[in-house]
């Protein structure tokens, strides 16, 4: 069964534009990680942001934790093409749930 | 440093043959992780392998089975294929620790079964 749960499905936007995608989660979490993946291809690890973290930031990427919501959101500033790509967030319970991903398409 | 390799990029199976994937994690990762990615879908965990030991399964049926060598590479085998079994197969590894670390992947095993 899956963990987290990204919101929305797909976000379609213009080159400059901010990105925010929305991660929710079910059970108590030690961390929660954001992934990246081009089209049909391996993730790559984005950001990993502990439980007594609320804000994390990594270049042009920030990403918040509500563990009383149990929830994350992952914003993307200054998006470019070659940020087009999925998204999806994973919570670690003796494996890695991930979400079914946020779909991002970023127009040139 | 090399990365999760995965081997081979693409299989083409037909129904009731079994296929054999391949994984060799970064050196140092002692754990191991499969998921299946139906095409448009978000990845589904199959196994994860730590030490040399199957540490936890997900919710698929026991014709998907694999192991891991001494070396910590790892082998999934899916026997009886099923059509709905063509997928983007992704093998990660990362330091262990109870699964709670940053996981690396692989390019994936594209499986088309006919």
């Known amino acids: 069964s899956q963990q987290g749960e990204e919101d929305p499905q797909a976000l379609s936007i213009q080159e400059g534009e901010n990105a925010t995608m929305n991660c929710s989660y079910k059970t108590s979490i030690n961390n929660l990680q954001w992934y990246r993946q081009n089209s049909g291809r391996g993730l790559v690890h984005l950001i990993l942001?502990?439980?007594?973290?609320r804000e994390k930031h990594s270049g042009r990427l920030r990403v918040t934790l509500d563990t009383s919501k149990k929830s994350s959101s992952l914003l993307i500033t200054a998006s470019r093409a070659a940020d087009t790509a999925s998204y999806f967030c994973?919570?670690?319970?003796?494996?890695?749930?991930f979400g079914a991903g946020t779909r991002l398409t970023v127009k040139p | 440093e090399a990365g999760v390799t995965q081997s081979p990029t693409h299989l083409i199976k037909t129904r009731g043959q079994q296929a054999t994937l391949r994984c060799s994690p970064i050196?140092?990762?002692?754990?191991v992780y499969w998921y299946q990615q139906a095409l448009g879908l978000g990845l589904q965990f199959l196994l994860w392998?730590?030490?040399?030991?199957?540490?936890n399964r997900g919710n698929f049926p026991p014709r998907f089975s694999g192991r891991q060598f001494p070396n910590y590479s790892s082998e999934l085998n899916v026997n009886a294929l099923e059509l709905e079994d063509s997928a983007l197969y992704l093998c990660?590894?990362?330091?262990?620790?109870?699964?709670?670390?940053?996981?690396?992947f692989g390019p994936g095993t594209r499986l088309l079964v006919l």
């Open positions: 994973a919570t670690p319970n003796n494996d890695m749930r």
């Open positions: 050196s140092g990762h002692t754990s």
């Open positions: 990660a590894s990362s330091l262990g620790l109870a699964g709670s670390e940053t996981q690396y």
């Open positions: 942001i502990r439980s007594n973290e």
């Open positions: 392998y730590d030490e040399g030991e199957e540490r």
